[in-house]
């Protein structure tokens, strides 16, 4: 979440800052009732200073004077309990404002109102050419059985499906080549749980901006969702501790993920394109505030290094303001190119979060002052498997098969699919 001081200190800043997002939220009648808030803290105060004055005094009295200050005790106690549930409502009314504010942007994202204002700051390969007519990579998967269409919609409902044969050993080497490389560059495994509470979803500002995409789990038993992402255990494999940043904390997690699509209804059902279940390779990073701009470059340079190791033709996304989730100050996706849809899309995404998230789950560090400060944290999808499949089956397709990226072969054990 925000700083609060940022808000009250520089409104005009913060309204351009949501101006700049599209959202809607009013400033000023936020102001209004942290306002109230404060005001109304410092009426119970006073209160309870007097409440507690009162009740000390009452001992040491005479007979004739105790009958007085009991009634002045009762008023006292009546004004105090009115005034302790009109403080409750307006502190739920700020909370639930307080809560939506976005991050402030950096300096160097980019501006704009719809996703045609995404900046391609770098393109890697050109995309792919083919002496024949190229297929998706639906028809592809039809024609080879790999993907079944026809038990999926009867088992799970729509956008699920089940992956056969060589795919599967595919999606395996994807993952642990994905890990080997990242291991490489100093992030611990980890295998985060599939369900989390509330809390995690709220700390990573994903609940309530998201809910309508959650999964819940029982909801008349349990506090559990299904989780989106990695990055919410991950992050929040850390709530409510003070850690040693003498080196960046780095993990790379590996997890299903579960989204509802609420929000996308019939678009990209085409098969494993967009569905409500698919598999991620993740990173998160817990860093001092001064080293987060330095991370999320190395982050989105090791995106780029395992993309460009596949041999997939992608451009690199400098996210604009619009197309921000509310943590991110800055986000980097990559876009890579599927000829059977003829266009770039997103494979994957890396977000500087500064301390949005490390305030809503109390993360800190101790300075060498001895100051303890919120740290910041950082994530990024290195390979969403499902849209990394496509991307090559749809790059490595021949007329009969599939030839198997080289840097893949030593992790699956074949060099084609026919």
Known sequence: MLDIKIIRDNPEAVKDNIKKRNLSLDVDAFLEIDQQKNALIVQTDELRALKNKVSKEIPTLSNEDKPAKIA????????????????????????????????????????????EDNVAEEKFLEPTQFDFEPKNHYEIGEKKGWIDVEKWSEVSGARFWYLKWDLVYLQFALVNYALSQLWAQGFTPILPPLMTKQRALFGTGFYPADEDGLYQVNPWLDELYMIGTAEVPVTSYHSDEVLDLDQPKKYVGYS??????????????????????????????????????????????????????????????????????????????????????????????????????????????????????????????????????????????????IVIPEVLVPYCGFSIIS
């Open 72 to 115: 002045e005790m009762k008023q006292v106690w009546e004004q105090l309990k009115n005034l302790e549930i009109e403080q409750k409502e307006v502190e739920e009314k700020w909370k639930d404002v307080y809560y939506r504010f976005p991050n402030v942007l950096d300096p160097t994202a980019a501006v704009g109102n719809t996703d």
């Open 256 to 401: 299903s993920c579960f989204r509802r699509e609420a929000g996308s209804a019939w678009k990209d059902t085409k098969w494993i394109l967009r569905g409500h279940q698919f598999d991620k390779v993740e990173m998160v990073v817990f860093c001092k505030p001064e080293e987060s701009q330095k991370m999320h470059d190395e982050m989105v340079a090791i995106e780029e290094n395992i993309w460009q190791s596949l041999g997939i033709p992608y451009q690199k996304l400098n996210v604009c303001s619009w197309d921000l989730w509310n943590p991110a100050m800055k986000k980097y996706d990559l876009e890579a190119w599927m000829p059977g849809q003829q266009k770039y899309r997103e494979v994957t995404s890396c977000s500087n979060a500064w301390e949005y998230q490390s305030r809503r789950l109390a993360i800190k560090h101790k300075t060498p002052e001895g100051k303890k400060e919120f740290v910041h944290t950082l994530n990024g999808t290195v390979i969403a498997v499902g849209r990394c499949l496509i991307s090559i089956i749809e790059n490595y397709q021949t007329a009969d098969g």
